[in-house]
């Protein structure tokens, strides 16, 4: 449907908190801010834990708790949470829901049984960020060496891991499964990619590629986007209705 050009990320990053369905994000004291890309690679990773009939999940660099709350909702997976900035820590176990135990620790320390879920929404880039500026993924706490050191360490023999990369690319030792590219618009160029990896090696030859987009091309006479019907299907279990429907943009 039809839709001022404001954007979901830039209401999510300003607010102090933000409504799903079923919970309520605070997020004033988190670094990494709840965003549209954030909550897309979640709703992916939630269709991949199903699939897999995931019963214990591990939800890495966690935030606000967002990724951790919406496994917990849609799976019957007991899900923990593990984040290394102690004030995010500290907001996301207010904010956990029944079902998400939110650890305060590092994952290159964290030890426990295996998971045989993983998800993971790390830093993208290895840069400096302005003063006061949200952290969203300009933090180099988790180098990708160090998440796949921890992958090797806490995932089960037949484990799986979502894992959302910039560009794509499998930066693990594990087996690269399904990749979903997300764009923001039907007809531009994919921002970000979910990976779905795996311990054992696909079993067909050909990797399962897919794309999803956030909206149709804009339509500069009307000056109006429209998001796509897969989209709002996609996140229908996890948004307000006041939010299908709405134009997203890349975070």
């Not at 079923?22 to 997020?27: H, V």
């Not at 998440?147 to 090797?152: E, G, T, V």
């Not at 696909?202 to 339509?219: C, T």
């Amino acid at each position: 449907r039809d839709c001022p050009a404001a954007t979901i990320t830039s209401k999510m990053v300003r607010a102090a908190s933000f409504a799903m369905r079923q919970f309520r994000i605070q997020q004033d004291q988190c670094l990494m801010k709840v965003t549209t890309d954030a909550c897309t690679f979640g709703a992916l990773a939630v269709r991949w834990a199903r699939r897999s009939g995931a019963r214990r999940a591990l939800d890495i660099g966690t935030g606000t708790g967002v990724l951790a709350m919406m496994l917990a909702q849609e799976t019957t997976a007991e899900v923990d949470a593990v984040e290394s900035h102690e004030p995010s820590a500290l907001q996301a176990m207010e904010n956990a829901t029944k079902g998400v135990r939110v650890v305060h620790a590092r994952i290159q320390e964290y030890d426990d049984e295996r998971y045989d879920f993983v998800v993971c929404n790390p830093p993208f880039y290895a840069r400096k960020r302005r003063p006061g500026s949200d952290a969203r993924h300009g933090d180099t706490s988790l180098p990708y060496a160090d998440l796949a050191l921890s992958l090797d360490r806490l995932l089960s023999s037949e484990g799986h891991c979502a894992l959302l990369t910039k560009r794509g690319r499998n930066p693990t030792n594990l087996h690269l499964l399904e990749r979903t590219w997300v764009h923001t618009r039907r007809h531009g160029p994919p921002h970000v990619a979910a990976l779905l990896l795996g311990r054992r090696p696909p079993s067909g030859v050909v990797l399962k590629e897919n794309n999803i987009f956030y909206y149709e091309d804009h339509d500069t006479s009307e000056k109006r986007n429209k998001t796509t019907q897969e989209y709002d299907d996609l996140m229908a279990p996890y948004y307000l209705p006041d939010y299908l429907g709405v134009a997203a943009d890349p975070a």
